[in-house]
Nanobody, 129 residues
Framework: QVQLVESGGGLVQAGGSLRLSCAASGRTFHSYAMGWFRQAPGKEREFVAAITGWSGGSTYYADAVKGRFTISRDNAKNTVYLQMNTLKPEDTAVYYC?????????????????????WGQGTQVTVSS
C-alpha cells in the first residue's frame, strides 16, 4: 500500500508559477505510475498529468495544461512533482496526487480517476486574476 502526501499549493497571481510535490511512502515507489488530478468547486475531478512507473519514460498531459505544466519523478526521493507555469485563474482547484501499480497502468487508464487505487488528501491552488 502507498500513502501520498501533497504539498506546495498556495495563492499565486495569474502568470506565476508553483511546484507541487507528492511524497510517497514505501520502498516500491519506482514501480508505481503516478498522476495528478484536480477538482474545482462544483466540478468533477479531472486529469492533469501522469508519468509512467520505473524511470518515468512516458508522460501524459491534459490539453488544458500541455506546454505549461511538467510532471516529473525522483525515485530516490519517493517524490513526484508538478511544475506549473503561466498559471491561469481557471487552474484554481484542489490538486490531488494518485498512484497505481505500473502493472495495471495503461496509457488510457492513467488519464482516468478509476485508473488509480491510491490518493493523497489534496493541496489547494488558487490563481488570482
Amino acid at each position: 500500500q502507498v500513502q501520498l502526501v501533497e504539498s506546495g499549493g498556495g495563492l499565486v497571481q495569474a502568470g506565476g508559477s508553483l511546484r507541487l510535490s507528492c511524497a510517497a511512502s514505501g520502498r516500491t515507489f519506482h514501480s508505481y505510475a503516478m498522476g495528478w488530478f484536480r477538482q474545482a468547486p462544483g466540478k468533477e475531478r479531472e486529469f492533469v498529468a501522469a508519468i509512467t512507473g520505473w524511470s518515468g519514460g512516458s508522460t501524459y498531459y491534459a490539453d488544458a495544461v500541455k506546454g505549461r505544466f511538467t510532471i516529473s519523478r525522483d525515485n530516490a526521493k519517493n517524490t513526484v512533482y508538478l511544475q506549473m507555469n503561466t498559471l491561469k485563474p481557471e487552474d484554481t482547484a484542489v490538486y490531488y496526487c494518485a498512484a497505481q501499480s505500473a502493472i495495471f497502468a495503461t496509457a488510457q487508464a492513467m488519464r482516468t480517476v478509476k485508473g488509480y487505487d491510491y490518493w493523497g488528501q489534496g493541496t489547494q491552488v488558487t490563481v488570482s486574476s
